[in-house]
């Protein structure tokens, strides 16, 4: 058997073309959406997502404004524009690039972020509502693999769904996720005793942990849904250089139903779904002005 491929490129081309359509539909209303991205310091991998996602914005006719900030930048300077930025009306997502320099609390970035902008969901109000399964703004990456699984028509209900990491970004919101459209979850991490006894089990596997290959075929059932969120770049080797995933694809090919490609599976979607968040945002802002 040969997995099918769950194409993020496809499947964020057309959910792009239609939050272009929205995005065009508020400009004519004289809404234009905004993003604002601040990125602190000059960590290379950083560097080029902050470019994809403004170019992004760009292609979907959204704007963006971009804040460049050194490494030894002091936080009071990036909170004060913090400041500036929620009170401007005409921006409607705020997005800090993650991680920061040792000097900044995270945790304090993240929470100036206007509850109303935080289009990453990483607020601890709006995490707070996504695990209460009421209206937040949902982190990108799992949100894009339940876009993923919805296009694939992959059961989520009754599912056994195992998540291998549960980082703020993307472990425990997915759990979450899955959780709310009733699968059954379970968590691992790097305590987990016997990881590839409960890898077996799972319907849906969703692999978050940041290690190149790390989830071969003999830890996947058969017919098994293979998620691979993980972004790494190859140290040596015939591939050096090269982007792999957290999931060893040829041998997890060979045995999983379906399964993501990295690059151009989940990586796309993450940044599909900034965009529909930022578009969201301004739909209420259009929404709120001509109430007014
Ligand atoms: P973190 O480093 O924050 O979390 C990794 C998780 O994996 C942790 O929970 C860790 O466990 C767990 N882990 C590490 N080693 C093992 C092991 N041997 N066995 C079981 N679990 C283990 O990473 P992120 O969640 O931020 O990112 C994960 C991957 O996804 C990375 O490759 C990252 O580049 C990629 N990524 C991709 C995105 C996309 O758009 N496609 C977006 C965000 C991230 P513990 O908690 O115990 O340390």
Request: charged share 20%; hydrophobic share 45%; aromatic share 4%.
């Amino acid at each position: 058997m040969t997995a099918r491929i769950i194409d993020g490129n496809v499947l964020s081309a057309r959910v792009r073309g239609e939050i272009a359509d929205r995005a065009a539909t508020l400009s004519a209303r004289g809404v234009q959406p905004c993003l604002a991205v601040i990125l602190v310091g000059a960590d290379p991998a950083s560097a080029v997502y902050v470019r994809n996602k403004v170019a992004a914005c760009e292609k979907a006719g959204l704007r963006s404004l971009r804040f460049d900030y050194p490494q030894d930048a002091a936080p009071a300077e990036v909170m004060a524009r913090l400041a500036e930025l929620n009170a401007d009306p005409a921006v409607h997502g705020i997005l800090v690039q993650l991680p920061l320099p040792p000097q900044f609390d995270e945790t304090a970035v993240l929470e100036a972020i206007d509850l109303g902008k935080d289009v990453d969901g990483f607020h601890a109000e709006n995490v707070g509502r996504l695990s209460q399964n009421r209206e937040a703004f949902i982190p990108c990456t799992p949100h894009g693999v339940m876009k993923m699984l919805e296009s694939a028509a992959v059961p989520v209900q009754g599912a056994e769904a195992v998540i291998i990491g549960r980082s703020n970004i993307v472990g425990k919101p997915m759990a979450m996720l899955l959780t709310n459209a009733g699968a059954t979850v379970t968590v691992c991490h790097s305590k987990t005793r016997d990881l590839a006894f409960h890898t077996r089990r799972a319907d849906i596997l969703v692999a978050a942990i940041g290690k190149p290959r790390f989830v071969t075929g003999d830890m996947i059932k058969p017919g098994a849904t293979v998620i691979d969120v993980g972004i790494n770049r190859l140290q040596d080797g015939p591939d050096a250089g090269k982007l792999c995933g957290d999931v060893d694809f040829e041998s997890a090919r060979a045995v999983a139903g379906a399964i993501t490609p990295v690059p151009g599976g989940v990586g796309p979607m993450t940044i599909t779904m900034l965009l529909e968040n930022t578009v969201i945002s301004a739909e209420r802002a259009a929404r709120s002005r001509e109430l007014a």
